[in-house]
C-alpha cells in the first residue's frame, strides 16, 4: 500500500487552464504538506494543514488555493495556470508530536510533474 | 531554519561506505539534525535523525559531533541505489514541522 499517494502523476495542460492534484494518506497522520520543486531542483514548501486547518501558507498565489476535506486528503486546485506553474508538486504527512519536540518525520509521494504549455 | 552548510557532490565506490558531511554551528540545544534523500524522480525520503547522540538505523548511521556543529551521515556500504542528493536540514522547533530543502550533497556510487 502506497504511504501516501497523489493524482495524476503527470500532467500536461494548456495555459489558463484550471487544475486539481489530489492526495490522500493512510498513515493516519495529522499533519500534510504540499511542497513544490521548480526546474532548478529547489524543494520549497508551499502549504501545510493540521487536522484540516491551514498552518503554513507561504508566499504563493491567490491561484493556488488548497482543500482539505479531512485529515487524510490534502487536494490543491491551481487557477489559470501559467508556464512558471510547471514543476513537480510533492504532496507529505507527517504526525505531530503531542510530548516534547523531536520533529516530526515527514513522508513523501511520488510527486505529480505538471507542465503548462 | 538553522542553517546547514554541504558540498554539493560526492563520489563513491560501490560497497564503500559513503561519509556526508553537514555544518550546522548555528544550532540551537533543542534542534534535530534530520537527513532526507531524493533519488531521481522520486519523492524525498526519510532517512535518520538525531539530537546530541549517534544514530543508526536500517539505512544509515548519524554520528553528531559533541558541540553539535556538525554533523556526518554514513551509509556503510553504498549501493548503485543509494545514488541520491541527500539533503541535511535542522528544522525550527515550532510544533509543526516545516522542511527547509537546501541543495543538499549529490551522491554518485560507481561500479
Known amino acids: 500500500d502506497t504511504a501516501v499517494s497523489q493524482t495524476p502523476k503527470y500532467l500536461v495542460t494548456q495555459m489558463g487552464n484550471d487544475k486539481s492534484i489530489k492526495c490522500e494518506q493512510n498513515?493516519?497522520?495529522?499533519?500534510m504538506y504540499w511542497y513544490k520543486q521548480d526546474s532548478k531542483k529547489f524543494l520549497k514548501i508551499m502549504f501545510s494543514?493540521?487536522?484540516?486547518?491551514?498552518?503554513i501558507n507561504e508566499t504563493v498565489p491567490n491561484r493556488f488555493s488548497p482543500k482539505s476535506p479531512d485529515k487524510a486528503h490534502l487536494n490543491l486546485h491551481i487557477n489559470s495556470l501559467e508556464l512558471g506553474d510547471s514543476a513537480v508538486y510533492f504532496c507529505a504527512s507527517s504526525q505531530t508530536e503531542t510530548r516534547g519536540w523531536s520533529g516530526n518525520t515527514i513522508y513523501f509521494g511520488e510527486g505529480s510533474w505538471l507542465t503548462v504549455v | 531554519d538553522a542553517k546547514t552548510t554541504q558540498p554539493p557532490s560526492m563520489d563513491c565506490a560501490e560497497g564503500r561506505a559513503a561519509n556526508l558531511p553537514c555544518n550546522h554551528s548555528?544550532?540551537?540545544?533543542?534542534?534535530?539534525v534530520y537527513w532526507y534523500r531524493q533519488i531521481h524522480s522520486q519523492g524525498p525520503q526519510y532517512i535518520i535523525h538525531?539530537?546530541?547522540n549517534n544514530e543508526t538505523n536500517e539505512m544509515a548511521s548519524l554520528i553528531i559531533t559533541e558541540d553539535r556543529k556538525s554533523s556526518t551521515l554514513i551509509l556503510p556500504h553504498a549501493t548503485l541505489r543509494d545514488t541520491a542528493v541527500y539533503y541535511c536540514?535542522?528544522?525550527?522547533?515550532?510544533?509543526?514541522?516545516?522542511?527547509?530543502f537546501g541543495t543538499g550533497t549529490r551522491l554518485l556510487v560507481s561500479p
Open positions: 538525531g539530537l546530541k
Open positions: 548555528t544550532i540551537s540545544g533543542n534542534e534535530y
Open positions: 536540514i535542522v528544522p525550527m522547533n515550532t510544533g509543526f514541522q516545516k522542511l527547509v
Open positions: 498513515l493516519g497522520h495529522d499533519t
Open positions: 494543514y493540521n487536522n484540516k486547518e491551514l498552518i
